[in-house]
């Protein structure tokens, strides 16, 4: 059985939560929720949120708490959200004003309580 957790509109550039979810990617929850907190980046409080929530949703689609053990992280990725303008300026050359960007990303996380099947490459 599988459940899913999205997280999106999120204030991280995507390629620095990727590097977080390479670590976890394909492991138990015991074991990543062991390495996650040894993670040095800022997007790991994103990843832990995530993963909480994607756990929390299995459970209630079990209809049983499953054991930390019993649960993997069979899928995770995150893509480019939108990077919209902010209500916000700075000053430009020639008077002008020029809105901020700020990078937005979308993370999508699956849990299952079997392992992920390791494909072909």
């Known amino acids: 059985m599988e459940a899913i957790a999205h ?4 204030r991280y550039g995507y390629r620095k939560v990727a590097l977080v979810l390479e670590q976890i990617r394909g492991k138990s929850l015991a074991k990543a929720e062991y390495i996650l907190p040894s993670v040095r980046m800022k997007a790991t409080e ?4 995530t993963l909480k929530s994607a756990v929390a949703n299995l459970n209630i689609k079990a209809g ?3 054991g930390s053990d019993g649960v993997y992280v069979t ?4 893509g480019m959200g ?3 303008h902010m209500r916000r300026v700075r000053p430009a050359p ?8 700020k990078k937005v990303c979308h993370l999508t996380m699956v849990v299952s309580d079997t ?3 390791k494909g072909k490459k």
Request: hydrophobic share 50%.
């Open 94 to 101: 020639m008077g002008r004003a020029m809105t901020i960007k």
């Open 64 to 66: 049983k708490k499953l």
């Open 7 to 10: 997280a999106r509109f999120q």
């Open 75 to 78: 899928q995770a990725w995150v």
């Open 115 to 117: 392992p992920a099947k």
């Open 82 to 84: 939108p990077m919209g």
């Open 46 to 49: 994103l990843v832990t949120k």
